[in-house]
């Protein structure tokens, strides 16, 4: 099974419209994490948003915020009010493993592309 | 400012050739990781290091070795450059480890004829 699916390969919105893309994700591991990055077509990738599996609240971060369902195993990512510059490919990404050496991991979804609509 | 760079930004070689991917941090971070980014697999880790002369194998290790004699280098090699390791290539750091925000280099672009 896939650790991180995103099952919307492209999006289109309007502006100023709000926007989820959506991320599931598969783990037996009690302890973990769950990141979003934003790779614009310049390439590099920019961390967005955090949530620890064990954080009782949603997390934010200025327009996003990250919809936690933990008994659906869903990490969906919101952006209010959306603009242009929010154009890229969204990459949702899950931390697995307890203890600092060893067995941590990192897994990468295949990514949304959201183009935003003047 | 501190800041996470690559080198080269783009290199053709050829099969059968060992090339070496240079990354170098300035962030003082003990945490750096090695990904390449292909279409339809999003990013998978290659190798990782939590410190000085510490290195492990990530998801798709084989044919790539890293070594780590400082904190801010941590160069990548590709043994013998094969067409499937043509792809696009990111270091990246972190304060922490997995757990938490990564700090992404701009990528090389990696082409194997």
């Known amino acids: 099974a896939q650790k991180i699916t995103q099952t919307q390969p492209g999006m289109f919105v309007q502006e100023k419209e709000a926007v989820t893309l959506d991320c599931t994700y598969d783990?037996?591991?009690?302890?973990?994490?769950l990141f979003w990055y934003k790779q614009p077509s310049s390439g590099e990738m920019i961390f967005l948003i955090y949530q620890g599996s064990y954080d009782q609240q949603n997390a934010t971060e200025g327009r996003y915020s990250l919809n936690f369902q933990k008994a659906r195993k869903s990490a969906n990512l919101v952006i209010s009010a959306s603009q242009l510059g929010d154009s890229a490919m969204y990459f949702c990404a899950m931390r697995e493993g307890g203890g600092y050496f060893g067995n941590e991991k990192l897994t990468f979804g295949t990514g949304t592309r959201l183009t935003i609509i003047p | 400012d501190a800041e996470i760079t690559q080198s080269p930004r783009h290199k053709i070689t050829e099969t059968g050739r060992q090339v070496t991917l240079a990354c170098h941090q300035t962030?003082?971070?003990?945490?750096m990781f090695w990904y390449r980014q292909d279409l339809g697999h999003g990013l998978r880790l290659i190798h990782y290091s939590y410190g000085v002369q510490d290195t492990n194998k990530g998801e798709v290790s084989d044919g790539y070795s890293v070594s780590r004699s400082n904190t801010e280098d941590l160069p990548l090699t590709l043994e013998s450059a094969a067409s499937s390791q043509t792809s696009v290539y990111f270091c990246?750091?972190?304060?922490?480890?997995?757990?938490?925000?990564?700090?992404f280099g701009p990528g090389t672009r990696l082409t194997v004829t």
């Open positions: 990246a750091s972190s304060e922490r480890g997995f757990g938490d925000e990564q700090y």
């Open positions: 783990t037996s591991d009690p302890s973990y994490g």
């Open positions: 962030w003082n971070h003990n945490n």
